[in-house]
T-cell receptor, first 114, second 109 residues
């Protein structure tokens, strides 16, 4: 069964460093998303991406964040200068048709900022 | 601010009982509604989605939607210990998912 994959599973970085989280969405899906979940808190939407551009972003997704689809399979989230409060689980998701469609989540990347 | 509210629990039911999970949402324009299950340290896993008022059944799970009351629920029949997890309600008004904080369910053998 097709699934969303994410790498790395765990990333440890120093405050102020740049990190890139990688995702491979399900191959025939057209919409891609990033979410984060701070430990013990709810899943929060960051950004949605369609047709090589951002279609929606939340107020969390500030200038420190960027997304890219560098090739036909990968979808990346870059955090330019990490802060302690960026420590969270980051989930990539994809959906086939539209943003109202079922979203399938990857296993997540746990980001720890020291 | 679009809100999705869930009772945080914990909810404990004995094995074989019916577990009832509830969710309310604030945006009347919401079009699609989802229940995800999340085990500790894992990603959300889709259980069911529902778009229309009424009930939708899938195996032991039944989702119920009442748009007039802005209410969606999930019933789990014949609860099993493996159903012990946090259940997330997600609502999509058309552009992104809004998740509730989740309800922790424990099924006691």
């Amino acid at each position: 069964e097709p699934e969303v994959t994410q790498t790395p599973s765990h990333q440890v970085t120093q405050m102020g460093q740049e990190v890139i989280l990688r995702c491979v969405p399900i191959s025939n899906h057209l919409y891609f998303y990033w979410y984060r979940q701070i430990l013990g808190q709810k899943v929060e939407f960051l950004v949605s991406f369609y047709n090589n551009e951002i279609s929606e972003k939340s107020e969390i997704f500030d200038d420190q964040f960027s997304v890219e689809r560098p090739d036909g399979s990968n979808f990346t989230l870059k955090i330019r200068s990490t802060k302690l409060e960026d420590s969270a689980m980051y989930f990539c998701a994809s959906s086939e048709v539209a943003t109202t469609d079922t979203q399938y989540f990857g296993p997540g990347t746990r980001l720890t900022v020291l | 601010q679009k809100e999705v509210e869930q009772n945080s629990g914990p909810l404990s039911v004995p094995e074989g009982a019916i577990a009832s999970l509830n969710c309310t949402y604030s945006d009347r324009g919401s079009q699609s509604f989802f229940w995800y299950r999340q085990y500790s340290g894992k990603s959300p896993e889709l259980i069911m989605f529902i778009y229309s008022n009424g009930d939708k059944e899938d195996g032991r799970f039944t989702a119920q939607l009442n748009k007039a009351s802005q209410y969606v629920s999930l019933l789990i029949r014949d609860s099993q210990p493996s159903d012990s997890a946090t259940y997330l309600c997600a609502v999509n008004p058309g552009n992104q998912f809004y998740f509730g904080t989740g309800t922790s369910l424990t099924v006691i053998p």
